[in-house]
């Protein structure tokens, strides 16, 4: 009889919880280790593109994920008077459900721990070792066939194998909140709005509550501002409707940065997630691309008998895919974030031609339509 494969994975965000998931039910014996004290995810809603989308369902996950989610029919992106710039229907192949987060993450748990995947808490990861070790802050030693980095933008631990190629920290930052839902707010249609460098997202999430981004560049410091200030958002975008007097607390500023690696696999060990490819959020891909990365992984790994081998096929097969996605990520940051003031109009001409051209529109979802490994029956 074949021994039982382990695995030990750094980071319980959902890279490392989705490849578990599949690990386990692969038949692997999977250690998912989290340093923070309790599961918890922050964040407000997250769009789910179908790629996303067949990955929760493989997984198990997709019912209790998305069942409060709104189904999103449009994707607009406006200036800041609310002329539209850019408009995408959002229907079959390039479906898009936008749950609050703490249902998607909690989804994952549940499903990690059905699966038999033991999740350790306030459990730090130090380093990890190409001839599959991986160690805990207290000094213990875990031997796995596979070890995997999953522990975000960040990561420490993927310097253990020297694998940051490159990164920006960008020019980018903002707010991400869950506001009231109030009668007359859309319910189907993302509207994005830019002005200059500045941006805010209206996202329907579910029936009593919408998720709103506010970003703006690093450093300006009435946009950063805390509490947030309803008359510089209104000012910027007098097209947006009343949404910033909803604005309540926040709690958390995020950066938005793009970090490449230098590789995805040395020996036992695979990088996966934001620790392999963080990349601006402009796509709604980041997490969609972690989820089917991680079921490639999960299948190259269980069908060879030689890891090493298999996770340098994986990351030959999957990696085109995911640096198209980072790099149009990459240059749609650009185009908000460090378009020259002094021609913005020209901008927005742009995005008006750029929305009527069909290369554009399988460029954007590209990553959206891949069907990922083993899920081609849903
Ligand atoms: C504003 C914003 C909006 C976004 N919107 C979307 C969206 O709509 N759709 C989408 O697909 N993506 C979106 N993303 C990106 C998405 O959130 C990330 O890609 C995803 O959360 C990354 O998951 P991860 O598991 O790789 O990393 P993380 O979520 O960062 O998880 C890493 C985990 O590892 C743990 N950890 C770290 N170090 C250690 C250690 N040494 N030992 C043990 N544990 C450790 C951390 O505590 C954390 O729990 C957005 C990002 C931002 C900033």
Redesign the pocket.
């Known amino acids: 009889m074949s021994k039982t494969r382990r695995a030990e994975i750094?980071?319980?965000?959902?890279?490392?919880?989705a490849l578990a998931t599949r690990l386990a039910h692969l038949g692997w014996h999977v250690s998912l280790?989290?340093?923070?004290a309790d599961l918890r995810?922050f964040?407000s809603?997250?769009?789910?593109?179908e790629n996303?989308l067949k990955t929760l369902q493989l997984l198990g996950a997709y019912e209790a994920a998305t069942a409060r989610a709104r189904h999103v029919k449009e994707w607009r992106i406006a200036d800041g008077s609310g002329a539209t710039l850019y408009s995408k229907s959002l229907e079959g192949r390039d479906r898009l459900l936008l749950p609050p987060?703490a249902d998607l993450y909690q989804a994952l748990i549940d499903r990690a721990t059905a699966a038999g995947v033991h999740v350790s808490t306030s459990?730090?990861?130090?380093s990890v070792r190409p001839e599959g070790v991986l160690v805990l802050e207290g000094g213990e030693q875990r031997p796995a066939d596979l070890v995997v980095v999953?522990?975000?933008?960040y990561?420490?631990?993927r310097e253990n194998i020297m694998a940051t190629a490159w990164s920006d920290m960008g020019t980018e930052g903002?707010f991400?909140l869950l506001v009231p839902a109030e009668p007359d707010d859309p319910t189907d249609i993302i509207t994005e709005y830019w002005s200059g460098h500045w941006r805010v997202m209206f996202n329907p999430c579910t029936d009593g509550e919408n998720y709103i981004?506010l970003?703006g560049p690093v450093n300006d410091a009435r946009g950063r501002a805390v509490p947030i200030d309803p008359a510089f958002w209104r000012e910027r975008f007098p097209g947006a409707g009343e949404m910033f007097s909803r604005v309540g607390q926040v709690s958390r500023w995020?950066r938005?940065v793009n970090m490449r690696t230098r590789l995805w696999a040395d020996g036992h060990i695979a990088i996966?997630?934001?620790?392999a490819n963080?990349?601006p959020?402009n796509l709604?891909?980041?997490?969609?691309?972690?989820f089917s990365n991680a079921m490639a992984l999960a299948m190259a790994v269980t069908a060879g008998s030689d890891v090493p081998g298999s996770l340098r096929a994986w990351e030959a097969r999957q990696r085109p895919l995911t640096d198209h996605v980072q790099h149009w990520s990459y240059v749609y940051g650009l185009i908000l974030g460090r378009w020259p003031a002094s021609i913005m109009p020209l901008r927005s001409d742009l995005m008006r031609m750029l929305g009527k051209m069909e290369w554009f529109d399988e460029g954007i979802c590209r990553g959206a339509r891949h069907v990922p490994e083993g899920s081609a029956l849903f």
């Open positions: 750094a980071g319980a965000g959902l890279a490392g919880l280790h989290e340093r923070s995810m964040g809603g997250i769009w789910l593109w996303g987060r459990s730090v990861v130090a999953a522990d975000g933008a990561s420490r631990l903002g991400r981004y970003g995020d938005i996966l997630g934001d620790a963080a990349m959020p709604g891909q980041s997490a969609n691309m972690a």
